[in-house]
């Protein structure tokens, strides 16, 4: 067992795109689990577009010189409680560290399914996929046939939201994203029917030539300009579901879109946002959801994996560039052979 742990720390606030000197690895003495609680060595970390929101000063953001948070899982490797036994598998919060203490309440067991690995449980089965699960049935309240437009489709839950609809049935599937070989990997592998890199004009112009018949519904992960096309495409009672506003996260002097507040009200269009973490209690109907799909085969997991906790800010950073397709998930180097 390594007598040292890591936890990486935000030392400065960015204005802007955050760069790596935002950030520090500082190393301390493996922490002792007290009673009642128990030591967990993490092994896959999530990092995800909320995570630079965080970086600002906003009410529960991260505080400097403190270690972050994220979605982990990890082995329970010293137990100073019954309820946690050593050699669990089990998810927590306190990512952004090699070691964590935690306490029974602050875990979740998962369970093991037949053919599925753990990282599934950082993408479609964690909170990306209920991201995407809680937006189409909850929000949408996506019925067959309908179409779809997705912005940001090649990230965590683009990817994730373009194959649960067409496991719900969908009609028409359409992406945005930044690049061409992107595009390629969602028309061929995702399940989209026309993908657009939006570099390539005005937004509006570019999702009216790939649905050119319109949309019934909308699940926005970017905002700014693909935000304001979405509306004028779509149809009569179109439904906009608002997941995240990536375009603005590291520009926040940027001004606002020109959205056709007429539009909305002439459609009938309903926005709704959405936090992820007010339906946690759906987790479960997630699971009898897509985990036959993914024993089946017919649901596949769209992930980037990133080896060594040494190179977590690099796939933050990455991810904020849209490196990544799918989820972007960070390996311990002794998971990367299992």
């Known amino acids: 067992m390594n007598e040292t742990a890591l936890t990486v720390q935000q030392t400065a606030r960015p204005h802007g795109f955050p760069t790596a000197d935002h950030f520090a690895f500082v190393e301390s003495p493996l ?22 929101e965080m970086m600002d000063d906003v009410p529960g953001g991260f505080a400097l010189d403190a270690p972050l948070e994220g979605r982990t899982i990890g082995r329970v490797i010293a137990s100073r409680t019954p309820r946690l036994a050593e050699g669990e598998i089990v998810f927590h919060r306190q990512g952004w560290r090699t070691h964590a203490v935690v306490g029974p309440e602050e875990i979740r067991r998962l369970p093991r399914f037949d053919g599925v690995p753990l990282t599934a449980y950082l993408s479609v089965l964690g909170g990306t996929g209920l991201t995407a699960y809680v937006g189409l049935t909850r929000i949408a309240r996506l019925k067959g046939g309908e179409d ?35 595009a390629g990997h969602l028309t061929r592998e995702v399940g989209y029917d026309a993908v657009f890199d939006y570099h390539e004009g005005p937004a509006a112009d570019l999702l009216g030539k790939a ?82 799909h993914l024993q089946s085969g017919r649901l596949a997991l769209d992930e980037t994996v990133v080896d060594g906790f040494e190179r977590i800010v690099d796939a933050f950073l990455g991810m904020l560039r849209g490196d990544n397709t799918g989820k972007i998930i960070v390996r311990d180097h002794t998971q990367a052979h299992l």
């Open 31 to 52: 922490p002792e689990p007290a009673a009642g609680s128990a030591l967990v060595e993490n092994l896959y970390w999530s990092v995800d577009p909320y995570h630079r």
């Open 148 to 182: 779809l437009f997705v912005s940001g489709a090649a990230g965590g839950v683009g990817t994730a939201t373009g194959r649960f609809a067409g496991l719900l049935g969908a009609g028409r599937l359409v992406g945005s994203t930044g690049s061409a070989a992107k």
């Open 211 to 292: 649905a050119p018949d319109g949309i019934d519904v909308v699940v926005d992960n970017v905002g700014g300009d693909q935000l304001a096309a979405a509306v004028g495409a779509l149809r009569e009672f179109g439904r906009i579901v608002r997941v995240g506003t990536i375009s603005q996260y590291n520009t926040p002097g940027a001004p606002s879109p020109r959205i056709d507040h007429a539009a909305v009200v002439e459609k009938s269009i309903r926005l709704e946002g959405f936090l992820v973490s007010n339906y946690r209690d759906l987790q479960e109907e997630l699971y009898d959801f897509a985990v036959p």
